[in-house]
Nanobody, 126 residues
Framework: QVQLVESGGGLVQAGGSLRLSCAAS????????MGWFRQAPGKEREFVAT????????YYAGSVKGRFTISRDNAKNTVYLQMNNLKPEDTAVYYC???????????????????WGQGTQVTVSS
């Protein structure tokens, strides 16, 4: 079992930055692939970024590549999402997720992740 708690959301102006954190409980955190997803009102939850257990593999959605950075600290059981140059279209609830070695075919899908946090709101004003 893994429990996830996100923090760091808030209101920011376009062009600004935020860093989201996701604290995980459970002794096997370091073995999980960790992902960030987001969901805007009236839209489906969408993939943002993912990082494999070792931190050596990361992947980003095209809409955030070059602006967002995912990282993890296995010693602290924490995964981060640094978000720079934020845009109004980044406004959403951001969710942290953990998956037990998801296959590449579902790595960018909600189906690849078994545990989810409660979400943190990010609002970007224009």
């Amino acid at each position: 079992q893994v429990q996830l708690v996100e923090s760091g959301g808030g209101l920011v102006q376009a062009g600004g930055s935020l860093r989201l954190s996701c604290a995980a409980s459970g002794r096997t955190f370091s073995s999980y692939t960790m992902g960030w997803f987001r969901q805007a009102p009236g839209k489906e939850r969408e993939f943002v970024a993912t990082i494999r257990w070792s931190g050596g593999y990361t992947y980003y959605a095209g809409s955030v590549k070059g602006r967002f950075t995912i990282s993890r600290d296995n010693a602290k059981n924490t995964v981060y999402l640094q978000m720079n140059n934020l845009k109004p279209e980044d406004t959403a609830v951001y969710y942290c997720a953990a998956g037990d070695a998801p296959a590449r075919s579902v790595l960018f899908s909600t189906r690849g992740y078994d545990y989810w946090g409660q979400g943190t709101q990010v609002t970007v004003s224009s």
